[in-house]
T-cell receptor, first 116, second 115 residues
Framework: DAMVIQNPRYQVTQFGKPVTLSCSQTLNHNVMYWYQQKSSQAPKLLFHYYDKDFNNEADTPDNFQSRRPNTSFCFLDIRSPGLGDAAMYLC???????????????FGPGTRLTVL | AQKITQTQPGMFVQEKEAVTLDCTYDTSDQSYGLFWYKQPSSGEMIFLIYQGSYDEQNATEGRYSLNFQKARKSANLVISASQLGDSAMYFCAMRDLYNFNKFYFGSGTKLNVKP
């Protein structure tokens, strides 16, 4: 089945120790998103890629970086995690939405990050 | 400016009854899409239903229907015959053509279905 996969599902890191979360997709969608979601809150968009075009949200801290080496893979790097970065990180994909409002986002199962 | 407003942080409904989750939105675009997602406690976001701004009929998907009132800019989700498995967070989201690849999410409604 075509899907969005996130690894690992659970990640524990130490304060200040860099961590990388990964996302892969078999849907061949050209848009990929990273969201941060804290308990009982809406997902907060960190950035998204439209093909290789990187779109950062204005309020995303510099501590968060992303890479998309090819269509299928996207990585979220947290350079120096703080306690406030503990959250669920959701990856999503979508078809190119230019000219069409229909295409929904497909979400991965998320990676729950704990910072000790 | 906030694009999506969900005014019900939490709702209770009796099993087998219908429930309406409210969503209002704000956009100046004529073309936009409205989406509802379900998020169980396990964390995955599940797409439920879509309504396009030019759709004249209200969208329906099984037990889910969307009460779309364009002039009032509301897109309420109606769940008929609630089941225990419907207990989850529900998010309303919108995409418009101004930022065509961005989805704006509401703050969510936590639905609890009582047996």
């Amino acid at each position: 089945d075509a899907m969005v996969i996130q690894n690992p599902r659970y990640q524990v890191t130490q304060f200040g120790k860099p961590v990388t979360l990964s996302c892969s997709q078999t849907l061949n969608h050209n848009v990929m998103y990273w969201y941060q979601q804290k308990s009982s809150q809406a997902p907060k968009l960190l950035f998204h890629y439209y093909d290789k075009d990187f779109n950062n949200e204005a309020d995303t801290p510099d501590n968060f970086q992303s890479r998309r080496p090819n269509t299928s893979f996207c990585f979220l790097d947290i350079r120096s995690p703080g306690l406030g970065d503990a959250a669920m990180y959701l990856c999503a994909t979508s078809r190119d939405n230019r000219g069409s409002s229909y295409n929904e986002q497909f979400f991965g199962p998320g990676t729950r990050l704990t910072v000790l | 400016a906030q694009k999506i407003t969900q005014t019900q942080p939490g709702m209770f409904v009796q099993e087998k009854e219908a429930v309406t989750l409210d969503c209002t939105y704000d956009t100046s675009d004529q073309s936009y899409g409205l989406f509802w997602y379900k998020q169980p406690s396990s964390g995955e976001m599940i797409f439920l239903i879509y309504q396009g701004s030019y759709d004249e009929q209200n969208a329906t998907e099984g037990r889910y229907s969307l009460n779309f009132q364009k002039a009032r800019k509301s897109a309420n989700l109606v769940i008929s015959a609630s089941q225990l498995g419907d207990s989850a967070m529900y998010f309303c989201a919108m995409r418009d053509l101004y930022n065509f690849n961005k989805f704006y999410f509401g703050s969510g409604t936590k639905l609890n279905v009582k047996p």
